[in-house]
C-alpha cells in the first residue's frame, strides 16, 4: 500500500508542477518513471490519461524512449484515443518504427486525421509502400491527396517537410473579410504567421503578415498591403538548403511552391529547428564514419552501419604499414625509432582533424567557397608551420635528452615539421577536393586525413633517419 500511495503522489506532484517530468540533469525522474512503469503494469488507464494526456509531444517523446519495449506498446495501447501521436516525431527511428509496426493499419489511418501534414507525412515516409497506399485509402479524399503529394517529393526536401494546412485569400478580398475568414473558418491550422495571396489558380502573388492586418482599416484590400514573397521556397529544394534561408533572412514562416509557382505548402520555424539539429547531427555523425545510427539501434545494425568504413579504415592502415615495412632494416638498428614514431602519426592525425573539422563545418554552412578557399588554405598552412616549429623543438629536445642523441631529435623534429604541414594542408584539401566532386567530405574525409598525416608522417621521419644516420 505504501508503494501505491507513492506512485499516486508522485503524479500528483507532476501535475502540479505542471508536468515537470525532468530532474536537474534534465532527465525524466526516476520517481515519475516508476509511477507511469507501475500504472502501466496495473493497466490503470484513468492513472495514466491524468498524468500523460497533458505532457507535450516532446515531454512524451522523452518518456517513450526512456521506457522498456513492451512498456511502450502497452502505453500506446492503454491511452487509446488519448495517446498523442505527434510524440512519434520526438523519438529515434527505430522506437517510432517498433510502435507503428505494432499498430494495425486502421488505426493509424485514425491517428494521422489528427496530426498537422508535415507530422503525419514524418511518421508516413518510413513505412512500407503497401502501408502506406492502405493507410492513405481510409483517410478522406482531400487529406489523402495532400499527404501523397508531400510524399511524392523526394526525401529530405521542402516537400517533405511542408505543412500543407495553410491561409491564403484573393487579392481583391479586403482586410475586414479576411479578419472575418480567419475567425469562423474552422479549418485553418492552429498557428500561422502569414496570410498568402494567390490567383484563382493558385500560383502565389504575395503574403501579409499578421501584424499587417491587425495594424489596417477594414475597408482597405489585401492587394493594397501584400509584399511580394522574395523567399518562396521550391518543394524541391533541398531541406538543408530551406534552413539556411531561414537562418539568413530570419524568416519564421515561407511559402513552399510547386515547379509552376503554385502554392503548395508552408514551412515554418519550428519544423526548420529539427532540420537543422538533423543536419548537425548527421554530419557529427558522418565525420565519425557512422551515418545515420541512433542510440535505440540494435547491436546487428549498429555493427552493420560502422563495418564500411572500418573497412575502408583498415585498408588505409595497411598502406601506412607498408610504409613502415619499407624502413623494416632501419627500426632494427636503432630500436628509438619505433618508440617515437607513434608521436609523429599522432601529432599530425590530430593536427589534421583539427582543420578538418573547421573546414567541413564551414562546408556545410556555406562559409567557405571559392572566394575565400584560398585565403583559407594559406592560413592553415601558415598555422601547420608555426604549430609544427613550435612542437618541433619542444619534442626535438625531449627526444634528444631522453635517447642522449641530438641527431635523433633533429630528426623528429623536421619530421615533426613536414608532417604538421601535410595535416594542416590535407586537412583543408581533401575535403574541399570530396565536395568539389560530389563526394560528402563529413563522411570520407576523416579516413583520408588520417592516410596522409600517417603515411607522411612515418615516411618522413623514418626516411630522414636513414640518411642522417646512413641506416638501412
Do not use: C
Amino acid at each position: 500500500m505504501a508503494e501505491v500511495g507513492e506512485d499516486a503522489t508522485a503524479g500528483e506532484e507532476a501535475q502540479r508542477e505542471g508536468a515537470d517530468i525532468y530532474n536537474e540533469e534534465g532527465v525524466i525522474r526516476a520517481s515519475f518513471l516508476a509511477h507511469i512503469g507501475a500504472a502501466i503494469a496495473d493497466r490503470d488507464t484513468v492513472t495514466l490519461k491524468r498524468d500523460v494526456s497533458d505532457l507535450h509531444q516532446s515531454e512524451l517523446g522523452d518518456l517513450l524512449e526512456a521506457l522498456m519495449p513492451d512498456q511502450r506498446r502497452a502505453l500506446v495501447d492503454l491511452m487509446g484515443a488519448d495517446f498523442d501521436f505527434s510524440a512519434l516525431t520526438e523519438v529515434d527511428e527505430a522506437i517510432r518504427m517498433e510502435i507503428v509496426d505494432a499498430m494495425p493499419n486502421a488505426q493509424i489511418a485514425q491517428a494521422v486525421q489528427e496530426l498537422d501534414s508535415d507530422d503525419a507525412v514524418y511518421i508516413l515516409e518510413d513505412l512500407d509502400e503497401a502501408d502506406q497506399e492502405e493507410i492513405l485509402a481510409q483517410l478522406p479524399f482531400t487529406e489523402r491527396i495532400r499527404l501523397r503529394r508531400s510524399l511524392d517529393y523526394p526525401e529530405e526536401t521542402a516537400g517533405r517537410r511542408m505543412q500543407t494546412e495553410f491561409v491564403a485569400v484573393p487579392p481583391f478580398w479586403t482586410v475586414g473579410q479576411t479578419i472575418d475568414y480567419m475567425r469562423e473558418d474552422q479549418n485553418l491550422p492552429e498557428n500561422f504567421y502569414q496570410i498568402f495571396v494567390i490567383d484563382p489558380t493558385f500560383k502565389l502573388l504575395g503574403a501579409v503578415d499578421l501584424d499587417r492586418i491587425l495594424r489596417t482599416q477594414r475597408a482597405v484590400k489585401i492587394e493594397e498591403v501584400m509584399h511580394e514573397t522574395r523567399h518562396a521556397i521550391p518543394a524541391t529544394m533541398d531541406q538543408e538548403e530551406a534552413a539556411r534561408e531561414f537562418e539568413q533572412y530570419d524568416l519564421l514562416s515561407a511559402a513552399v511552391v510547386d515547379e509552376n509557382e503554385r502554392l503548395v505548402g508552408v514551412l515554418t520555424i519550428d519544423d526548420v529547428v529539427d532540420v537543422i539539429q538533423q543536419e548537425a547531427e548527421e554530419d557529427l555523425l558522418r565525420m565519425g564514419g557512422v551515418g545515420d545510427e541512433e542510440l535505440s539501434d540494435t547491436v546487428r545494425a549498429t555493427s552493420r552501419s560502422r563495418t564500411p568504413w572500418l573497412l575502408v579504415n583498415l585498408g588505409t592502415a595497411f598502406l601506412s604499414a607498408s610504409v613502415i615495412g619499407l624502413f623494416d632494416a632501419t627500426i632494427e638498428q636503432m630500436v628509438a625509432l619505433a618508440v617515437l614514431m607513434p608521436i609523429v602519426a599522432s601529432m599530425g592525425g590530430n593536427a589534421g582533424t583539427q582543420t578538418m573539422t573547421v573546414t567541413v563545418r564551414a562546408l556545410a554552412t556555406r562559409d567557405l567557397d571559392i572566394y575565400n578557399a584560398g585565403r583559407i588554405i594559406r592560413r592553415e598552412a601558415a598555422v601547420g608551420l608555426i604549430n609544427g616549429v613550435v612542437f618541433a623543438i619542444l619534442i626535438g629536445l625531449v627526444a634528444g635528452l631522453w635517447f642522449q642523441n641530438p641527431g635523433l631529435g633533429a630528426v623528429i623534429a623536421l619530421a615533426m615539421v613536414i608532417n604538421m604541414m601535410a595535416a594542416a594542408l590535407g586537412g583543408i584539401l581533401i575535403p574541399l577536393l570530396l565536395d568539389k566532386f560530389g563526394a560528402d567530405p563529413a563522411i570520407a574525409s576523416s579516413v583520408f586525413v588520417t592516410m596522409v598525416t600517417d603515411v607522411i608522417g612515418f615516411f618522413s621521419f623514418l626516411g630522414l633517419a636513414s640518411l642522417w644516420f646512413g641506416l638501412g
